[in-house]
Structure formats: C-alpha cells, structure tokens
C-alpha cells in the first residue's frame, strides 16, 4: 500500500491564485481529513470527510473548498489564495468512527506559499 | 469543545537524560489519547495510544506514556533518549462516541544533543 499520497510537495502561488491540493488513499478509509501546520499553533483541522458524500468543516475552513466524490480522493481547493494561507498541509485518513479506527495515517505535507 | 495544551515548547535534553513531555487535556467526557512525532522534513507518525485498558502505554521506540484521568494529563516519557529523537511531538485527543476528529497541542520541539 501506498498509504496517504500528497500532491505537489511544493508549490508557490501569487496571491488571488487559485488551486487544488491532492489528497488520495489506497486503504479503504471512510475518514480522511485536511490540516494545515503552523509554527507554534500544532495542527489545525480545515475539513474532514466521514464517508464519500459527506464533508463537514473544521476549526479553520474559510478560504477552503472540499469535496469527496470516491472514498479514495478528498482534494483540497484555496478559492483565492492569501499570504495567510503560507502553510504546511495535510492530508490524513482513518478507518471509521469506533475506537480502533480513531488512528489517522498521515501523508508528506505539502508546502504552500503565497506571495 | 475538548482543547490539549502541552507547556513545554522547546526542550534541549544531552544524550542519555531522560524525557519528560508534558500534555494536558480539557474534555469531561472519555477520550482516546495520541501521540505523534515529526522528524525534521517528514510527516507526523503515531508513536503511541491509548484507547482503554492499561493507563500505561508503551509506543515505538522506547517511548511510553501515562492517562492519569484525575489529572487529565497524557505524559510522554523516555528513560534515555537519543540525538535521532530530535524531532517536534504533537499530542492528540479525540473524544469518543462523535466524528472522528482529533484535536491537537501546539507540539514540543526536541533537540537531543551529543
């Protein structure tokens, strides 16, 4: 298995520009869910996805667009980058709800940022 | 909401000391406990949970870890550590019974010196 793959590992972006972060799995994980990481502030959840469908927001969803139409891929979309959104982010998945699937595998990040 | 705080930010340990993180949690409800690691350019990885059972939880690497429920702490502890433990480690809770969403500490970056 591959486990959680990000791409690209890097990108810059001119602020206004928009773009998609890709996110996919190759374990069969109904939740999968977007961090970005900032220095001093751990990891901060953006949006989550229990199942194919279905997306909820996070603690810092504005600016972000989500969507889960496979159980494999959860893409994340910047609408109209800012230099707030200068981060590290990433994608991670986990089996379910119950309690031996509340690990999240985590994938390589991707370093954004916006000038 | 369910919030973790871990107080040291930045900890410089000589080879062979040992380690003590500290991680505190708010939530009135039963939890599942984490914690991860992130070496430099890399990922985070799980280094230990704790889910029910056993307060004392032993991870990867030599790491363990303890659920003292009156206090609401998950502490980290390693008896020796080694300068490839240098790295940032990020505690985790999750509280049960909801959507799987894990809430994390700000991190504790480690720097083993030789």
């Known amino acids: 298995n591959a486990g959680v793959t990000q791409t690209p590992k890097f990108q810059v972006l001119k602020t206004g520009q928009s773009m998609t972060l890709q996110c996919a799995q190759d374990?069969?994980?109904?939740?999968m869910s977007w961090y970005r990481q900032d220095p001093g502030m751990g990891l901060r959840l953006i949006h989550y996805?229990?199942?194919?469908?279905?997306?909820d927001q996070g603690e810092v969803p504005n600016g972000y667009n989500v969507s889960r139409s496979t159980t494999e891929d959860f893409p994340l979309r910047l609408l109209s980058a800012a230099p707030s959104q200068t981060s590290v982010y990433f994608c991670?998945?986990?089996?379910?709800?119950?309690?031996?699937?509340?690990?999240?595998?985590f994938g390589p990040g991707t370093r954004l940022t916006v000038l | 909401a369910q919030s973790v705080s871990q107080h040291n930010h930045h900890v410089i340990l000589s080879e062979a000391a040992s380690l003590e993180l500290g991680c505190n949690y708010s939530y009135g409800g039963t939890v599942n406990l984490f914690w991860y690691v992130q070496y430099p350019g890399q990922h985070l990885q799980l280094l230990l949970k704790?889910?029910?059972?056993?307060?004392l939880v032993k991870g990867i690497k030599g790491f363990e870890a303890e659920f003292i429920k009156s206090k609401f702490s998950f502490n980290l502890r390693k008896p020796s550590v080694q300068w490839s433990d240098t790295a940032e480690y990020f505690c985790a809770v999750k509280s049960t019974g909801t959507a799987s969403k894990l809430t994390f500490g700000t991190g504790t970056r480690l720097q083993v010196t030789l």
């Open positions: 991670a998945s986990s089996p379910g709800w119950g309690s031996k699937g509340n690990e999240q595998f």
């Open positions: 996805s229990v199942g194919a469908g279905i997306t």
């Open positions: 374990m069969n994980h109904e939740y």
């Open positions: 704790y889910f029910s059972g056993d307060p």
